[in-house]
């Protein structure tokens, strides 16, 4: 598979020949699976500690009749009661139903919440996700909007700018304008406990970048609302398929398409 070369202006200056990590099958059960257990790793480990709630009180329930602080006949509920000095009983403690009583099912830190996926799986995945970059069905369903065919291919001097306008002005030209103005215009404000979270706003993704070698690129693309910039060693499911949802619009430089085929990379 072949695909044109856009200059810094926008025009077609020549082919490159795509590598064969683009000529994989599209496996989307396999990316939303890679995609499961990447996001796993994001989650922290959580539990209540052994014994909170029962083995830092007093509180006993007596059974016995006759017997001091014995819990029956008293007119109050047979429940574990704290003792106090005097040989009085205090509130009840201890069951859940009790204020400052412990969890009834507290958060346990034996449970599994990271996903394992397999090695060759992962990358097969990835590779997946990489050719489905080439799909203009499946980034529409994504709702990018554009006006170009795919894959998009730049030249290596794009990989030298510096300033943020002349990487919006690059894939303005390339036909992505109204991809950038749906991600500027799309951020909106979380709802409810989520406000509180990853800043409080939701970023549509946009345009991903991938470079073979960084001079300077990633610095001037790392502002643009939706935009993402990676190396081609670096790239994850997240950036490839985001939600798990492959056909990210994804420009990729000469150099990070030498890459994946000198190298062979994702391959197992």
């Given at each position: 598979?072949?695909?044109?070369?856009?200059?810094?202006?926008?025009?077609?200056?020549?082919?490159?020949?795509?590598?064969?990590?683009?000529?994989?099958?599209?496996?989307?059960?396999?990316?939303?699976?890679?995609?499961?257990?990447?996001?796993s790793l994001l989650w922290q480990p959580k539990?209540?500690?052994?014994?909170?709630?029962?083995?830092?009180?007093?509180?006993?329930?007596?059974?016995?009749?006759?017997?001091?602080?014995?819990g029956i006949n008293i007119g109050k509920a047979?429940?574990?009661?704290?003792?106090?000095?005097?040989?009085?009983?205090?509130?009840?403690?201890?069951?859940?139903?009790?204020?400052?009583?412990?969890?009834?099912?507290?958060?346990?830190?034996?449970?599994?919440?990271?996903?394992?996926?397999?090695?060759?799986?992962?990358?097969?995945?990835?590779?997946?996700?990489?050719?489905?970059?080439?799909?203009?069905?499946?980034?529409?369903?994504?709702?990018?909007?554009?006006?170009?065919?795919?894959?998009?291919?730049?030249?290596?001097?794009?990989?030298?700018?510096?300033?943020?306008?002349?990487?919006?002005?690059?894939?303005?030209?390339?036909?992505?304008?109204?991809?950038?103005?749906?991600?500027?215009?799309?951020?909106?404000?979380?709802?409810?406990?989520?406000?509180?979270?990853?800043?409080?706003?939701?970023?549509?993704?946009?345009?991903?970048?991938?470079?073979?070698?960084?001079?300077?690129?990633?610095?001037?693309?790392?502002?643009?609302?939706?935009?993402?910039?990676?190396?081609?060693?670096?790239?994850?499911?997240?950036?490839?398929?985001?939600?798990?949802?492959?056909?990210?619009?994804?420009?990729?430089?000469?150099?990070?398409?030498?890459?994946?085929?000198?190298?062979?990379?994702?391959?197992?």
């Amino acid at each position: 598979m072949k695909a044109k070369v856009h200059s810094m202006e926008g025009t077609a200056a020549a082919e490159a020949q795509m590598p064969r990590q683009f000529e994989e099958e599209y496996r989307p059960d396999l990316i939303r699976r890679a995609f499961h257990a990447e996001r796993s790793l994001l989650w922290q480990p959580k539990g209540a500690m052994k014994g909170a709630g029962i083995d830092y009180t007093t509180a006993k329930y007596y059974g016995r009749r006759h017997l001091a602080r014995s819990g029956i006949n008293i007119g109050k509920a047979r429940l574990p009661k704290e003792k106090i000095p005097g040989g009085g009983m205090g509130r009840t403690l201890v069951v859940p139903n009790a204020t400052k009583g412990r969890r009834a099912h507290p958060p346990k830190p034996y449970k599994t919440i990271i996903e394992r996926i397999n090695y060759k799986e992962k990358n097969k995945a990835i590779r997946s996700a990489i050719a489905a970059t080439c799909d203009a069905k499946l980034a529409k369903a994504r709702g990018h909007l554009f006006d170009c065919a795919l894959p998009l291919v730049a030249d290596n001097s794009f990989e030298g700018v510096k300033r943020v306008k002349d990487v919006v002005g690059v894939l303005e030209k390339m036909g992505l304008t109204q991809d950038l103005e749906r991600a500027r215009n799309g951020r909106k404000q979380r709802s409810g406990r989520a406000r509180l979270r990853k800043g409080g706003y939701r970023q549509p993704s946009s345009v991903l970048i991938v470079y073979g070698k960084d001079s300077g690129l990633w610095r001037a693309a790392r502002n643009i609302p939706g935009v993402n910039c990676a190396d081609v060693k670096d790239l994850t499911i997240e950036l490839l398929a985001p939600g798990g949802e492959a056909g990210r619009l994804t420009v990729w430089t000469q150099d990070a398409l030498a890459a994946l085929d000198k190298q062979g990379l994702y391959y197992a």
